[in-house]
């Protein structure tokens, strides 16, 4: 028999005093300079269910930068857009190298692997801007994820941006390199401000648990995409996701979700439940370190999982 909500609530609880005591939380992303100053010793999980009962437990309502978890946002928008046109761009291969890879580029002459790792974030934002000013691009970000969040209290954490793009000399010769293969159609500095702006989105697990609803199809949720393109996006974050550490991912979690080197994690048990983990400390992946483990341990306890 599968834990009841009462069960579930429990062990939240339990996995919640479980890894204060384990007091491993890796390191905080110190890249982005605004991010290297958060206490790593934080955690929060909430579990949207298909009754509408959000669970929670730790510190479920602490915004943090969602950073590339935007990512699953800007293509949904895409894909809503312009649908399978999105892929003459970028690929939806796992890449096998870290999420800033420049090497990849090289060999594929400008066509990023899979639309996670940050070439192929900076090309899906790219596509979100054409026709538009940096402002509306976002708008129409925002506007998608408060409304599946049904809550219009998620907003843009400027400093983080600035933070980011003042240090962001990585992307910055990812979008020029992009460019230089004629893919990248606006200005570098456009896309790029817009990409900063979109990764310093805030939310909090209790937000990201009912923004990630509509993927898991749970009843209620606000219909956002067709269930063939929730279909993609879920195989999407099952085998690029978490960058070069998907499999691993996949492997002791065993479901769809996207991290971010804020800490957080959306995980996605279809049917069953849309979840949001906030630990900010990292693994070598660049992954949340103690989010990782307590998708794992949920895993366990709930037997959700998309591999039956
Ligand atoms: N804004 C971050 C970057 O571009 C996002 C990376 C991430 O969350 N993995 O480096």
Same mark, same amino acid.
């Given at each position: 028999?599968?834990?009841?909500?009462?069960?579930? $609530?429990?062990?939240?609880?339990?996995?919640?005093?479980?890894?204060?005591?384990?007091?491993?939380?890796?390191?905080?992303?110190?890249?982005?300079?605004?991010? $290297? !100053?958060?206490?790593?010793?934080?955690?929060?999980?909430?579990?949207?269910? /298909?009754?509408?009962? +959000?669970?929670?437990?730790?510190?479920?309502?602490?915004?943090? &930068? +969602? =950073?590339?978890?935007?990512?699953?946002?800007?293509?949904?928008?895409?894909?809503?857009?312009?649908?399978?046109?999105?892929?003459?761009?970028?690929?939806?291969?796992?890449?096998?190298?870290?999420?800033?890879?420049?090497?990849?580029?090289? =060999?594929?002459?400008?066509?990023?692997?899979? /639309?996670? +790792?940050?070439?192929?974030?900076?090309?899906? %934002?790219?596509?979100?801007?054409?026709?538009?000013?940096?402002?509306?691009?976002? !708008?129409? *970000?925002?506007?998608?994820?408060?409304?599946?969040?049904?809550?219009?209290?998620?907003? +843009?954490?400027?400093?983080?941006?600035?933070?980011?793009?003042?240090?962001?000399?990585?992307?910055?010769?990812?979008?020029?390199?992009?460019? &230089?293969?004629?893919?990248?159609?606006?200005?570098?500095?456009?896309?790029?401000?817009?990409?900063?702006?979109?990764? $310093?989105?805030?939310? %909090?697990?209790?937000?990201?648990?009912?923004?990630?609803?509509?993927?898991?199809?749970?009843?209620?949720?606000?219909?956002?995409?067709?269930?063939?393109?929730?279909?993609?996006?879920?195989?999407?974050?099952?085998?690029?996701?978490?960058?070069?550490? !998907?499999?691993?991912?996949?492997?002791? *979690?065993?479901? /769809? $979700?996207?991290?971010?080197?804020?800490?957080?994690?959306?995980?996605?048990?279809?049917?069953?439940?849309?979840?949001?983990? #906030?630990?900010?400390?990292?693994?070598?992946?660049?992954?949340?370190?103690?989010?990782?483990?307590?998708?794992?341990?949920?895993?366990?306890?709930?037997? #959700?999982?998309?591999?039956?």
């Amino acid at each position: 028999m599968p834990p009841n909500p009462d069960e579930i $609530a429990r062990f939240l609880d339990e996995l919640c005093a479980y890894v204060h005591d384990l007091n491993q939380w890796g390191q905080v992303a110190d890249y982005i300079p605004e991010l $290297a !100053s958060i206490d790593p010793a934080q955690f929060g999980i909430a579990v949207a269910l /298909p009754d509408g009962r +959000i669970l929670r437990s730790g510190q479920a309502d602490v915004g943090f &930068s +969602i =950073q590339s978890i935007s990512k699953v946002f800007s293509l949904a928008c895409v894909l809503g857009r312009i649908g399978e046109q999105v892929w003459n761009r970028v690929g939806r291969e796992p890449s096998g190298d870290r999420f800033d890879s420049i090497l990849l580029l090289e =060999q594929e002459k400008g066509r990023p692997r899979n /639309p996670f +790792i940050n070439a192929g974030a900076l090309v899906v %934002t790219d596509e979100l801007l054409t026709g538009r000013t940096p402002a509306q691009a976002l !708008s129409e *970000v925002m506007n998608f994820i408060r409304a599946t969040a049904e809550d219009d209290d998620i907003h +843009i954490d400027k400093a983080v941006a600035l933070s980011e793009a003042e240090t962001g000399h990585r992307n910055t010769a990812l979008a020029h390199y992009l460019r &230089s293969f004629g893919n990248l159609h606006n200005a570098p500095e456009l896309t790029l401000g817009t990409y900063f702006h979109q990764c $310093a989105i805030e939310m %909090t697990c209790m937000q990201l648990a009912r923004a990630g609803r509509f993927l898991a199809h749970l009843p209620g949720a606000p219909k956002m995409l067709s269930p063939a393109k929730v279909r993609r996006i879920n195989a999407l974050m099952m085998t690029c996701g978490h960058y070069d550490g !998907s499999g691993n991912f996949a492997f002791r *979690v065993g479901m /769809p $979700a996207k991290s971010g080197v804020g800490g957080g994690l959306l995980v996605i048990a279809p049917g069953k439940a849309s979840i949001g983990i #906030w630990s900010p400390g990292l693994d070598a992946w660049g992954n949340s370190q103690i989010g990782t483990l307590a998708a794992e341990r949920l895993a366990e306890f709930t037997g #959700w999982s998309v591999f039956g």
